[in-house]
C-alpha cells in the first residue's frame, strides 16, 4: 500500500505556479526524502499532505484518503512538524507531551513514551521557553512521535541542530522507521539524506527531475554522491 | 535628543498609532460636537419658554410678583390647581419640565420681611449628562428669577440688602421615573448618578475592550510562535480549537470583570452609604443579572472581533493592533453618545448609522437595565445576541479552511532587513 500518492498536483499563490504538476509516490515504510532548493516547493507540498493548504488542481491521498475530501481521516494517520515550528513557552515539555496525548485520546503509556523519545531526561519538567533549539526540536518530534502516525512528515527536522540533536534526531527516525512507520522528510543536508532515506525525489521549481533510490540515482547520473548529483540536476534543470 | 526624535518618528510612522491616538479623536469629537448639535438645540425645553407649572396656593401680589419674574427669566409659567397631591403625575402629562408651589402666606411673608419657602420640582428626564446639565441650567434660572423677585422688593423701602440678595428659599426636588428625589445634595445625586449611570458603562467597555485584545492575542501567538501550524494538523476540529480559544480569552475576561465589578460593587456600597438618599440606582439582583448576561454577549461579541483580527494578522503585534483599530470606533463612539446625551437626541440618519454598531445595543442595554425598562434590555439584548452569532460564524468562516495560514493583513510596511 502508498503512504502517499500524489497526481498532477499544482498549487498557485496568486498567479506564481509553486507547484507544477507534481506526482509521487511514497511506499508504506521506510524514510522517503524530498530534496529541493528553498523556495523548490517542499514545504508547500508537506503543508497540502499535513491537510493545511488546498491542491489548486490534481490530488493527493494519504494511505487511500484524499487530503482535502477526508482531511479528518488525514489527520487522525498522520503527524506534521513543520521547519521552524515552535513551542508553548509556558508550558513545560512534560504538559506538552500530556496536551498531545489528550488531544489523540492516548493514555499515560503514551506520555511516558514521549518523553523517553525526546530524551530530555528532568528537563522534560522544564518550561520550554527555557528550551535550547535542539531540545525544543526533541521534544516538538517526541510530540509527533508518540501518537505513533502512520505517516509522519517532518519538513527539515534537523535544521539548526548541533551535531549532538541532530544525531539524536536521525537515530529515532531510523528506529521509528523500522517500527513501521512511514517517514517523508526534506533536508539540505545530503549526509543526512544518504543516511535517513531509503528513496527520495528531487523537487526544482515546483517539478520533481528525478526519483528513486540513492545508490541507483548516483550510479544512473554517475556521479560520486547526492551532493553531486544534487548539484549536477539542478544544473541541468531547466 | 536623538532617540526622543526616533521615538517620535518611529510612533507616528505606525499608522494605528497615528490614526488611533492623533487622527482619531481629531474625527470622533467633532462628530460627536455635530451630532450632539441637534440635542443643544432641543433644549427648548430647558430654554425660553420651557413650561413651567405654577401652583399659587398664596394668591397675593408677592406670588404674581414671582411668576412675572419667571416668565422674564424665559420661563411660560402654566397655572395649575393641585388636587390630590397629583402633582407628579401633571407634571409627566403636561410635559412641562418643572413645576412650582408658591405656598400660602407667601406674600404675606414677603411683607412682613421673611423668607417663604417655594418648593421647586425639577423633571430628570433620563439619566445623562445632558439632563443634568439642563436642570442645572434651569436651577439657575429660578434663582434668577428669585434675584428679579429681590430686586423689585429692594425698590421698595426699609428692604435689607442681605434680604433683597435672596428673598425666597427654593426647596429643589429632582422627579425622576416618577419619584421625588430629594435634592438637598445635588452634588451628592449627580455623583449617584455618575456612578450607575457612567461609571458601570466605561468599566464594561474597558472590560470588553480588554477581551478582544486577549482573543487576538491567543492567535497571533500561535502565529509568531510557530505553533499553529502543527495545532491544525492535530485530529480535533477547528471548531473546536476556534471554541477553546474563546472560551480561553472568555475566561481569562471573566476574570478581569470578576476584579472589576468587585470594585465596582465595593464602591456602590461606600456610596450608597455615604450619600444616604431615599433613592438609589444601585443595581438590584435581577439587573444585576441581567447586567451580566449583557456583558457575556458583548464579551463572546468582542472576542469574536479579536478572532477576526487575529485570523487576518501575522503576529501578536499586528492582531493587538488590528483588534484596537476594530474595536476602537465600533466601542468609542457608542460609548461617547452615551455619555453625551442618548442616541435619541441623534438625527435619523445618524441614529441609524450608530444603531447598527453592536456595542450601541450594549449600552442602550446597560441604560435600560439602570431604568429597569424590561423590554428595552430584551430588544437590545436580542440585537446583541444576533450580533454575536454573526460574528462568532464570520469568525469561524475564516477560521476553517487555509486561510487561518494565508490570510495577512499588514497595517505597517516593514522595510527589509539589509
Known sequence: ?238 | MPLVSKELRELLSEKTILIGVVLMPLVIFPLIGFSMAPVNMREGDAGPGAAVLVVDQDGGKYAALFVEALRKTGFNPQPIQLQNDNLLQLIENSGASAAVIIPQGFSTQLEQKNKPTVKLFLKLASSSIVEFERIGSMRDRFYAAVSLMGEALASEEGVAVSFYKAPIDLSGEVVYRDQIISETDAGQLFQQFFASTLLIPIALTLVVTTSGTIAATSIGLEKEAKTLEMLLTYPIGRSTILASKLLGSTVVALLGTASLMTGLVFYFSRLTAFAGMSITLSLSPLNLVLLMVVLFFALVTTLGLGVLAGVLAGDVRGSQQLAGLIQLPLILLPLLLFLSGGIQSLQQPLATIILIIPFTHLMLAIQAILESSYLNILLHVGVMVAWTVAIIGLAAFLFRGERLLTMRVKLVRRKPVV
Not at chain 1, 475530501?69 to 508553548?88: C, F, H, K, N, T
Not at chain 1, 540513492?214 to 554517475?222: D, F, G, K, M, Q
Open chain 1, 1 to 238: 500500500m502508498y503512504a502517499v500518492v500524489a497526481e498532477g498536483l499544482w498549487r498557485f499563490f496568486g498567479d506564481n505556479p509553486v507547484l507544477r504538476g507534481v506526482s509521487l509516490a511514497v511506499e508504506e515504510g521506510g524514510v522517503y526524502g524530498l530534496i529541493g532548493p528553498n523556495g523548490a516547493g517542499k514545504t508547500t507540498m508537506f503543508r497540502i499532505l499535513a491537510t493545511l493548504l488546498r491542491p489548486s488542481r490534481g490530488t493527493a491521498k494519504v494511505f487511500g484518503k484524499d487530503v482535502v475530501r477526508e482531511a479528518s481521516d488525514v489527520r487522525r494517520m498522520i503527524a506534521y512538524l513543520p521547519e521552524e515550528a515552535g513551542v508553548y513557552k509556558n508550558l513545560t515539555g512534560r504538559g506538552f507531551l500530556k496536551m498531545v496525548s489528550r488531544v489523540y485520546g492516548l493514555g499515560s503509556s503514551a506520555l511516558e513514551q514521549g518523553v523517553t523519545i525526546s530524551g530530555l531526561g528532568e528537563d522534560v519538567d522544564r518550561r520550554m521557553g527555557e528550551y535550547s533549539k535542539g531540545m525544543r526540536r526533541r521534544i516538538l518530534l517526541a510530540g509527533c512521535l508518540m501518537v505513533k502516525p502512520r505517516l509522519a512528515i517532518l519538513d527539515e527536522p534537523t535544521a539548526g541542530l548541533d551535531v549532538e540533536h541532530s544525531v539524536y534526531v536521525r537515530k529515532i527516525i531510523r528506529q521509528y522507521a523500522e517500527q513501521g512507520t512511514t517517514f517523508i522528510v526534506s533536508s539540505h543536508n545530503m549526509l543526512e539524506v544518504d543516511y535517513l532515506c531509503d528513496r527520495i525525489a528531487l523537487i526544482h521549481r515546483g517539478s520533481i527531475i528525478a526519483e528513486g533510490k540513492p545508490r541507483e540515482l548516483t550510479a544512473s547520473h554517475n556521479v560520486q554522491n547526492l551532493e553531486e548529483l544534487f548539484v549536477k540536476k539542478m544544473g541541468e534543470a531547466p
